[in-house]
């Protein structure tokens, strides 16, 4: 009789916790399931192996690049591959190192070489000056040493609305695309590469390249995991129509994208884990949306009418910096 009292107390405790309550507990418990039992988490999937990674990119720059480096020889990548330099150190995290050929816009050349791919790296922002700083300084280090064209778009949310990650996305690429970027690059501002040989070109698939997370040892947490930093062709991202733009706060944007892509038949792709690790800059928690989990459940009857071809926003500003395009936005 004790037994059932106290049970009946246990439940009835556990029914009158808040949603954020439940949250933390299902978050500690998934945090304890990855300590407790790593093998679950160290899920078995197939990757591009070192040996075939350049022929998997996409050999595609914009247009004046293409006209530019007419002449002259191509740029060679089977250095920056075979050795995989770890760059996740000083003096790479410190301070920007020899600037020269960087552009206003954040948007580099190399000069000795004839890139052979060119990308947009976009960034959604808001609030974050610290990490932004720390960002910009190692990512400009680490692109500048695989010889590739590349700028870099940052996308701030210039309003008080719950953040808007997915939209600030379709917002970025559509900039990028107007500048005949075929390769988009769409990582947070807390997450940074840290093996050289993992290259910001595109592969004709779609590839989730932060498949290898320091927060998560490194493993792949579920196969459909399709966020922190992906690569898609310009022309793929057009295909799935984008993001959904109605994920505001935190969670559901990723998973709702890798949706599109499967209701398009367009698979993903990830390189070995040896050339997809990431480490995520420490930053405050974001609640989750409450409304995230309706939006997935419904998103397919959306995948044609919710994204890049019903996309509203206000530019406010556009500014060009030493460092990066900065692309202010009410959303």
């Known amino acids: 009789m004790i037994k059932h009292k106290v049970f009946r107390a246990a439940v009835k405790r556990f029914c009158c916790i808040t949603k954020q309550q439940f949250y933390m507990f299902l978050g500690y418990l998934v945090?304890?399931?990855?300590?407790?039992?790593?093998?679950?988490?160290?899920?078995?999937?197939?990757?591009?192996?070192?040996?075939?990674?350049?022929?998997?990119?996409?050999?595609?720059?914009?247009?004046?690049?293409?006209?530019?480096?007419?002449?002259?020889?191509?740029?060679?990548?089977?250095?920056?591959?075979?050795?995989?330099?770890?760059?996740?150190?000083?003096?790479?995290?410190?301070?920007?190192?020899?600037?020269?050929?960087?552009?206003?816009?954040?948007?580099?050349?190399?000069?000795?070489?004839?890139?052979?791919?060119?990308?947009?790296?976009?960034?959604?922002?808001?609030?974050?000056?610290?990490?932004?700083?720390?960002?910009?300084?190692?990512?400009?280090?680490?692109?500048?040493r695989q010889r590739i064209h590349y700028r870099i778009f940052v996308i701030e949310q210039y309003d008080p609305k719950p953040f808007n990650r997915a939209k600030l996305f379709n917002i970025g690429a559509m900039y990028a695309m107007k500048l005949e970027f075929p390769c988009l690059i769409m990582q947070d501002v807390d997450l940074l590469p840290m093996n050289l040989g993992h290259m910001y070109a595109c592969t004709p698939r779609p590839r989730h390249m932060s498949s290898a997370l320091d927060n998560f040892r490194y493993k792949l947490l579920y196969y459909g995991l399709f966020g922190g930093a992906i690569a898609v062709e310009s022309q793929v991202f057009l295909k799935v129509n984008g993001f959904s733009n109605l994920f505001s706060g935190w969670g559901g944007e990723d998973d709702d994208f890798y949706g599109r892509l499967k209701a398009n038949h367009v698979d993903i792709c990830r390189f070995e884990p040896d050339y997809s690790r990431f480490t995520m800059l420490k930053h405050k928690k974001e609640h989750p949306s409450s409304e995230r989990h309706t939006f997935l459940v419904n998103g397919y009857l959306r995948y044609h009418t919710d994204g890049l071809n019903s996309l509203v926003y206000k530019e406010v500003a556009v500014k060009m910096h030493n460092l990066f395009t900065h692309i202010l936005v009410e959303t």
Request: glycine letters at 2%; proline letters at 5%; one cysteine or more.
């Open 31 to 144: 945090i304890l399931l990855i300590f407790c039992w790593p093998s679950r988490f160290a899920t078995h999937y197939e990757f591009i192996q070192r040996e075939q990674i350049l022929s998997n990119l996409v050999e595609k720059t914009t247009r004046n690049v293409t006209l530019s480096q007419a002449v002259g020889p191509k740029c060679d990548y089977y250095d920056v591959i075979d050795e995989n330099l770890y760059m996740w150190r000083l003096p790479f995290t410190e301070s920007i190192l020899n600037n020269y050929n960087l552009r206003l816009g954040g948007e580099y050349l190399p000069s000795d070489c004839a890139p052979r791919y060119s990308t947009a790296v976009i960034v959604p922002y808001r609030q974050r000056e610290t990490q932004l700083k720390q960002f910009l300084v190692y990512i400009h280090n680490f692109l500048r």
